[in-house]
T-cell receptor, first 114, second 113 residues
Framework: DPKIIQKPKYLVAVTGSEKILICEQY?????MYWYRQSAKKPLEFMFS???????DNQTASSRFQPQSSKKNHLDLQITALKPDDSATYFC?????????????FGEGTRLSVL | GEQVEQRPPHLSVREGDSAVIICTYT??????FFWYKQEPGAGLQLLMK???STEINEGQGFTVLLNKKDKQLSLNLTAAHPGDSAVYFC????????????WGSGTKLIIKP
């Protein structure tokens, strides 16, 4: 059974709309992350959270907002969607945000913006 | 900042042959290294993590070599089989980086029968 659940698996949106990508992990991890993968950039770090607090933000646009309502949740809200936002978004987690911690990844949400 | 160059971007080998993927990093403060495998339509699966104090690590059907002198990390798949077909990524963590990983650009490996 997958321990990092991302919903939905596929998502189609129209330009200008707003979507929320869901991520829940059942590994008891304290650090969670969002990554983006597209044809332009194979793997791009977006955000990291530790104990529900933002640690690092490498996303230039404020249209991307993580939301952590529970310790094991880190959702990603994307507003004013653009076609360039089309990508696969991966959620990941690790026990802690530490040196030797390797993030474990979910299956991804494939977003297409028309 | 740290740069990680991964090569080759594409690699095709016959079943039973070996395959080598190399990542070259620039920051001498790099000290944790990771290899991931991504099968089509799936997330990234951790293959191995390597620390600076270890040079050779062996997994199931592959070997990871860390050459600190040349700042190179390599993944060597021995006796490749069709299940090895995937995209492979290396990732490097440097000190004082807020635990951020710097990723290679990926290698698409195809195993031909």
């Amino acid at each position: 059974d997958p321990k990092i659940i991302q919903k939905p698996k596929y998502l189609v949106a129209v330009t200008g709309s707003e979507k929320i990508l869901i991520c829940e992990q059942y590994l008891g991890h304290n650090a969670m992350y969002w990554y983006r993968q597209s044809a332009k950039k194979p793997l791009e770090f977006m955000f990291s959270y530790s104990y529900q607090k933002l640690m690092d933000n490498q996303t230039a646009s404020s249209r991307f907002q993580p939301q952590s309502s529970k310790k094991n949740h880190l959702d990603l809200q994307i507003t004013a969607l653009k076609p360039d936002d089309s990508a696969t978004y991966f959620c990941a987690s690790s026990q802690e945000a530490g040196d030797n911690q390797a993030p474990l990844f979910g299956e991804g949400t494939r977003l297409s913006v028309l | 900042g740290e740069q990680v160059e991964q090569r080759p971007p594409h690699l095709s080998v016959r079943e039973g042959d070996s395959a080598v993927i190399i990542c070259t990093y620039t920051d001498p403060n790099s000290y944790y290294f990771f290899w991931y495998k991504q099968e089509p339509g799936a997330g990234l699966q951790l293959l191995m993590k390597v620390f600076s104090s270890t040079e050779i690590n062996e997994g199931q059907g592959f070997t990871v070599l860390l050459n600190k002198k040349d700042k190179q990390l390599s993944l060597n798949l021995t006796a490749a089989h069709p299940g090895d077909s995937a995209v492979y990524f290396c990732a490097v963590r440097i000190q004082d980086s807020n635990y951020q990983l710097i990723w290679g650009s990926g290698t698409k490996l195809i195993i031909k029968p």
